[in-house]
Nanobody, 114 residues
Framework: QVQLVESGGGLVQPGGSLRLSCAASGTIRSLNVMAWYRQAPGKQRVWVATITDSGSTAYTDPVKGRFTISRDSAENTVYLQMNSLTFEDTAVYYC????????WGQGTQVTVSS
């Protein structure tokens, strides 16, 4: 069983940066794919970025060039570095792990506001 806990959310001004963390209670080596999703108010949860156990990454178009996903297997943690944030990035951000099972974190709020 793997538990995922996100952190690093908060209030930031447009153009600012945040780094989200997703810490796994167990080893993330068993998780072949780690991903970030987000859910804006009144909208469905959508995919943001993915990183595989081999280090391959993929991003949804709205965040390409601004967000970077990375993983630290030694720390059992996945990160999402978010730069040049805009109002449209305001959402609850969720971490997802895929391995023998499918695991979700509880989410962390990111609010972009002036």
């Amino acid at each position: 069983q793997v538990q995922l806990v996100e952190s690093g959310g908060g209030l930031v001004q447009p153009g600012g940066s945040l780094r989200l963390s997703c810490a796994a209670s167990g080893t993330i080596r068993s998780l072949n794919v780690m991903a970030w999703y987000r859910q804006a108010p009144g909208k469905q949860r959508v995919w943001v970025a993915t990183i595989t156990d081999s280090g391959s990454t993929a991003y949804t178009d709205p965040v390409k060039g601004r967000f970077t996903i990375s993983r630290d297997s030694a720390e059992n943690t996945v990160y999402l570095q978010m730069n040049s944030l805009t109002f449209e990035d305001t959402a609850v951000y969720y971490c997802k792990g895929v391995g023998a099972g499918l695991y979700w974190g509880q989410g962390t709020q990111v609010t972009v506001s002036s």
